[in-house]
């Protein structure tokens, strides 16, 4: 997602990273539930 913004800010290429935006959100959600209902690794 980094790497899309800067190349959109140089203006070297058009890459669509609002479609990304959703992941920033439901990976760390995924983790937290998993967490709680198996446990932190040891």
């Known amino acids: 997602m980094i790497l899309g913004i800067s190349l959109s ?3 070297l290429k058009k890459i ?3 479609n ?4 920033i959100l ?3 959600l995924i983790v937290w539930v998993l967490e709680r209902l198996y446990g932190a690794p040891p």
Do not use: D, K, S
Request: net charge neutral; aromatic share 0%; glycine share 8%.
């Open 20 to 23: 990304l935006l959703p992941g």
């Open 26 to 28: 439901v990976a760390p």
């Open 9 to 11: 800010l140089l203006e």
């Open 16 to 18: 669509r990273v609002a």
